[in-house]
Each structure stands twice: as structure tokens, then as C-alpha cells.
């Protein structure tokens, strides 16, 4: 077996005593853990420590459990990302609404996250604008926990209830990714409803409470000209387009990598 300067062994020579199943669980499980989508498995290099760790995830997924939380962090735009129980886990689908802001050049001035979570779309923004962000989420734990992933403190995380939000200035781009599910949807993934917390999956109206709050209180956040970006579920397009219209132009529908609508795009005129 071969060995590094840095006492580490190549991942292919840990893996070669591991049946079959283990080997193809091991190798998905190494590129969640450490953010690599395309690689050569002939140059992967790990420790023992590492090794060991990955085996004990890898054991536990082949028995079915949910390994969300043993693996404990996630990436997201290639930003690492701690997490915790009781804070919205990002999805990958929620990557292209930073694609939408660069789609529009919103590059620069000031932006309104609502719904900090683990600060995914806070930090993106930070990373890869010249935004100055602010972020807000009613979930201690969450700003907690998005003030620790903002490592060179880009972003202002407040905790708060958007309801009674106030700003000494407006916005240019105000983006969110909010609760948008019918409390009486029954068609909700068990992982979702066991790991996700409800406040951050929930809303009253038929899943469109928060996009009413969002489009009333905008009209005073927003500077003209400014934008709103949002994530919508995959059948409230129509819904939500009628709601925005009434004070609301150049409204866009865009769809995520499973072909659904799933992205909304307006300007506040």
C-alpha cells in the first residue's frame, strides 16, 4: 500500500478488502463529504482518521439510516456548510436562484435574504456579488448557525420576525427560498417531514401566506427598479404570478434541473 509525505493512503487501496456495496456507497459518500463531483479515484488520497470516519457513515447508510447529520456538514455553491437538527437543510435544486441574480447583473448594492437557514443563499451572495447582504430569520439556532458558517463575516444575519422587519435602508434585490407547503399536503417526503423543521416548510393559505407578507412589505423594502427572487413549489406558479401582478412587472417563470417551475423573477417599477 502506498504512502504520501503526509502519512496518507490512496482511497482506492483502503477500499480494496470492502465488498462491492460497501465500495460504491464509500465513493458516493466521499464525494458528499468532501465536495468532489469529478474525480479520478487513482489519485484520491486519505488518512486513516478519514478512512475510518467514512466507513462508520458508510456502514450506517448500507443499514438505511440517514446519514444527513453524522456527514454534518453540506456544500453549496462550493461554500461548506455546517448544519444542525432544527435548521433548514439547503437543497441543490436552491443553486440556481444565484444563477438568476447573475442572469439579471445584480451585482451590486444592497440585498434582503428572508430565511437565513444555514446562510446558503446569504453567503453565495457575498461570494459572488458585490452585495451588501443582509439576512433574517425568526430561527435562533439558525442565525446561530449561519453566523458560524460566515467565516469572513460577509453578511449581517438578524433574527427576526419579517413581519416586524424594519430597515434604515432599501434594497436593490430582495431573494427567498420560503416556507411554500400546505399544511394539509400529505404528499410530503418522510425524510423531509422528520428532518426539515415545520417553520421553515409550512405556510397557512395553501402554502402562499408568506409570498402575500413578502409582496406587501416590498413595496417598502425595495428601491425602484429593484428585484424579487423567489422559490415557489412546482403548482403554485400560476397562484403566485396573479398575487404579484397587481404591483409587480416583468414578472418570469423559471424552471429547476427537474424541469419544474420552480424560480420566480419581478421587478418593483
Known sequence: MKRNKKNKLFFLDLLE???????????????????????????????????KSLKKITNKKLKNKDITFYILHKYFRGIKLFLKKGVFVPQFDTEQIIDLVHDKKINTGYALEIGSGTGAIALSLANETKLNVTSIDINKKAIKLSRLNDLNNKVKFIEVDFNFFKSEVKFD?????PPYIDNKDKHIEK???????????????????FYELIFEKAKTLLNRNGYIILEIGWDQADKIYK??????KNIEIFKDYSNQERFMVMKYE
Not at 173 to 177: A, G, K, Q, V
Open 173 to 177: 434585490l430582495l431573494i427567498s427560498n
Open 17 to 51: 478488502n470492502e465488498n462491492p456495496s460497501f465500495r460504491i456507497a464509500a465513493k458516493k459518500i466521499y464525494n458528499l463529504k468532501y465536495d468532489t463531483r469529478v474525480i479520478s479515484w487513482n489519485n484520491i488520497k486519505i488518512s486513516k482518521t478519514e478512512f
Open 191 to 209: 425524510w423531509v417531514k422528520k428532518n426539515q423543521p415545520k417553520n421553515a416548510l409550512y405556510a397557512k393559505n395553501n402554502g402562499l401566506a
Open 243 to 248: 398575487m404579484a401582478k397587481k404591483d409587480y
